[in-house]
């Protein structure tokens, strides 16, 4: 294994750029030369690739984002699209595929190994942190914290008033943020994908809570297939509950941040040495082609 | 003057118990004692007074919020609410009121003093920034760095994709923050309530940077009297151009938080000063009743 | 098991209160009381306790340090304080004991176990990260992210000088703070406890980076035992390396803050929730007396 | 005014970068080339230009230090020095410099200006906020906010322990950004560089407070000319007060970071808006060569 390819794809995580430094000097230092693939699977469909060497990376370990650029590519999710993609591979003389992203990444790469033989080796990279067989995703902690910070925030101020206040985090179909940060936060309510949403039996227990002397409440939301849907949640609420709401959603500043899954880079080069040795053994954990 | 109450009223500002501490200090070091008013002028009205001593403000002055709390009161408005709000202060025995607060707290404030003579100081506090005469009030500082770091946070993934992102600050009437957030934050365009909305003179001018190599753009929107209502110009400006969009609606994140106008004790403090003078003298710049 | 008491000893830790918050209410779940014992295995022996209901967590889910308070109590170490403490357990009626802290309190603890038969159950809460079979401490990821944000910060002015940063974290016996805080931001360098110091080596590793074209670096020191030491290291280094260096000691600014380990309560629900079952079945993870 | 040259000198400050894309914006908008030179009067000597246009500003708004580089150079105290300096705006063709910096940097400029008859225009920037003839220098919002910050977080620890917290901010021969910091922190004692220091004064004050119920108290410490002298004080304190404390050097955290004085922009277009007019009707505020 002599030259291997990077890509970010899926929606950006913080520690993403520490990723994708802990790739290029692994490689550096094992002697295999990493190419960066721009914006994911589309850009791969593309044949859009750049050189990441060591001036590449210098000073990215705490930009939030992804310098590689991400996207969602339709496209490979067509055999004609995924047969583009395996063409980039040959032709960029690419040993294999490291693919940072979260579950649609690794369902699309494994068919794209399925089908052409590539090899491949995922990093765990999602806010939503719904990856299975991994406790922590890269960025999860940063996007935690960040919600956690504004719940705390909003206790501050919510002692004032007497209100509700709804904290719209991220999460189409998984709630773990919402859940994780609900729970550190001391959040009275959670509304999460997993489970329907009953307004009236929300508005129940937050009353519950009233009567014995809470003043303010908060509610934290994913957002699901609709962000936004916060404002409609409070808007819905209050033909149960008399009290004035008010709603925080936090979009994208949870993705943003230079605050990162601590571990990213210790994460990635772990994952990472395998590949040292198998560059110098002609074995190891990364599949042979 | 040897006895006054402080109330904080309108929305509160972060930095509100920094300043009410700052009156309390002042006064134990002039001789003054000071009454607290609970929930503004609501609790004017209804006499719910608590002594404030050294104790009461003790770790205080890094909380957000109000430990006096605060409400917006109709009946403050009418003149049988003022009369009993001046009930209050003489069953008191208030020889005047420190009022916290903004432009509406100081229009209702000075009803009162020419209804029933009560001799009143204000001390501008209002995220808004909105009060005349004075260059920055309590609480502004922090509720735009607040914003401005949500700014730079969005601005990091921002170059992560192509998208346009909206960024939704307070100000019901005045776009100040919005303003100040948005040329600190390098945004793209700003929505404030001092002007009406031209979509698509905005889309045309995002467009122009788009040509010239912008991947992304930011939008301040002060939320005016709809808050939430990015989503629905996000959806409005899809019609003149086609580029994926994302919302955050930062609320009473601006509200909270630990930071707060840096000089918001020493702004007190200086107000207060006449305070103390008068009570030693009789005379002074706290108007007698 | 009716009755426990809870205590808070050794460093305190971002997240403790949390921790504190989640045995009451799993507590109240179960049917089980929960007593504070205040500052400690001082307080311990000093039989001072205090009831922890709802209301004395109310707010507390978010604050820094520990509203129980701590100590380190030379007075535990002989034999003598263990007995006092072990006679407040049986004079205050306490079933159990519940200890929040980090290597040195379970240390102590487990002789008390073993003296007294006072049952136990500890919960780790270190921001050093150094208990034995556990795989993050509550307090360890605040810890690490205000260090890592420290670096993050550090480095954005690093570059506008050709200058040595040396940024001083906390672990007195364990460089584990330093290691994950120093890999995550991308330190040059690193220097902890577990490693004797070799100025002339770190010097020449500095050197080759400058030679490839950096401008500055950033060393993260632990602290060890003697917190201010990297302004010596930075004294000495100069007579290998002539560079500019100027000097951060993070110090408690470690400990505090609202940010803490995201999970701290469900941590502590799970450790707790033996507790629970065994109120109810008469047997479970708690060690009966 | 066709062209003229920005620097940043002496110590960076956060907001310069804002500053210097304030500068370049406006001089896109009045038809006037701006020209970056490097290092300060170093690179100003050396003759270090770099062409500053919409690019080289492009994500640098948010950025702490400064892309342009800063130092401090004995060079330009001579005669000399500052010949070779008036031969590069010269060569440069340069109409006239514009000043990011301090006291220090607008000292030596006048100087230029005198022998040279270069025309100036300086913006203030520096943590200590120590210019004369202007409230708020860019930089000192974030610094103050910084410093104020760890303060808030100490305070959160220091109430769990009896202790005394040292937190020692920037400031050489300005007390200013401790005065600020330490007032709207609420810190028990002051050392700054405009007042010597009184030990035995302080630890009677100290005393005095923990008398009447005060567990911990926080000083906090300009460094003065010797960064990291907290620790010394808080040795020498200790023959007056026994009680344990502890110490914090905030540094350069001070410098970096991503918040910065929130006007910066808008303070750096106003003072550069009469060069646009100048460079449109050829007079103005910018004194003619």
Request: hydrophobic share 40%; net charge negative; glycine share 14%.
């Given at each position: 294994?002599?030259?291997?390819?990077?890509?970010?794809?899926?929606?950006?995580?913080?520690?993403?750029?520490?990723?994708?430094?802990?790739?290029?000097?692994?490689?550096?230092?094992?002697?295999?030369?990493?190419?960066?693939?721009?914006?994911?699977?589309?850009?791969?469909?593309?044949?859009?690739?750049?050189?990441?060497?060591?001036?590449?990376?210098?000073?990215?370990?705490?930009?939030?984002?992804?310098?590689?650029?991400?996207?969602?590519?339709?496209?490979?999710?067509?055999?004609?699209?995924?047969?583009?993609?395996?063409?980039?591979?040959?032709?960029?003389?690419?040993?294999?595929?490291?693919?940072?992203?979260?579950?649609?990444?690794?369902?699309?790469?494994?068919?794209?190994?399925?089908?052409?033989?590539?090899?491949?080796?995922?990093?765990?990279?999602?806010?939503?942190?719904?990856?299975?067989?991994?406790?922590?995703?890269?960025?999860?902690?940063?996007?935690?914290?960040?919600?956690?910070?504004?719940?705390?925030?909003?206790?501050?101020?919510?002692?004032?008033?007497?209100?509700?206040?709804?904290?719209?985090?991220?999460?189409?179909?998984?709630?773990y943020l919402a859940l994780e940060s609900g729970i550190a936060g001391g959040a009275e309510e959670l509304i999460i994908p997993e489970e329907s949403i009953a307004?009236?039996?929300?508005?129940?227990?937050?009353?519950?809570?009233?009567?014995?002397?809470?003043?303010?409440?908060?509610?934290?939301?994913?957002?699901?297939?609709?962000?936004?849907?916060?404002?409609?949640?409070?808007?819905?609420?209050?033909?149960?509950?008399?009290?004035?709401?008010?709603?925080?959603?936090?979009?994208?500043?949870?993705?943003?941040?230079?605050?990162?899954?601590?571990?990213?880079?210790?994460?990635?080069?772990?994952?990472?040495?395998?590949?040292?040795?198998?560059?110098?053994?002609?074995?190891?954990?990364?599949?042979?082609?």
């Amino acid at each position: 294994m002599k030259r291997i390819g990077v890509l970010t794809s899926g929606g950006d995580a913080p520690g993403m750029n520490a990723c994708i430094r802990a790739a290029v000097r692994t490689g550096l230092a094992g002697g295999v030369e990493v190419v960066g693939v721009r914006r994911g699977y589309a850009g791969l469909i593309e044949g859009e690739t750049m050189p990441l060497d060591r001036t590449a990376i210098r000073n990215t370990i705490h930009l939030g984002g992804t310098i590689l650029e991400t996207s969602r590519s339709p496209e490979f999710q067509t055999r004609e699209g995924r047969a583009k993609a395996a063409e980039t591979v040959q032709q960029a003389e690419l040993d294999g595929l490291l693919l940072i992203g979260g579950d649609g990444t690794f369902h699309g790469g494994s068919i794209l190994a399925e089908e052409w033989g590539v090899a491949l080796i995922g990093v765990p990279a999602s806010i939503d942190n719904d990856v299975y067989g991994t406790d922590y995703c890269i960025g999860f902690d940063t996007a935690a914290n960040c919600a956690l910070n504004a719940i705390d925030r909003i206790r501050d101020t919510a002692r004032s008033h007497d209100r509700l206040f709804f904290v719209e985090v991220m999460g189409r179909e998984s709630g773990y943020l919402a859940l994780e940060s609900g729970i550190a936060g001391g959040a009275e309510e959670l509304i999460i994908p997993e489970e329907s949403i009953a307004l009236a039996k929300i508005a129940a227990r937050l009353e519950e809570g009233l009567a014995i002397g809470k003043k303010s409440a908060i509610v934290v939301v994913a957002e699901g297939d609709r962000p936004g849907r916060s404002f409609e949640i409070a808007e819905s609420l209050r033909e149960y509950l008399e009290f004035e709401s008010r709603v925080v959603v936090l979009g994208h500043l949870q993705r943003g941040g230079r605050l990162r899954y601590v571990t990213a880079c210790s994460a990635a080069s772990s994952v990472l040495r395998p590949l040292r040795h198998s560059s110098k053994a002609g074995a190891g954990a990364w599949p042979e082609r």
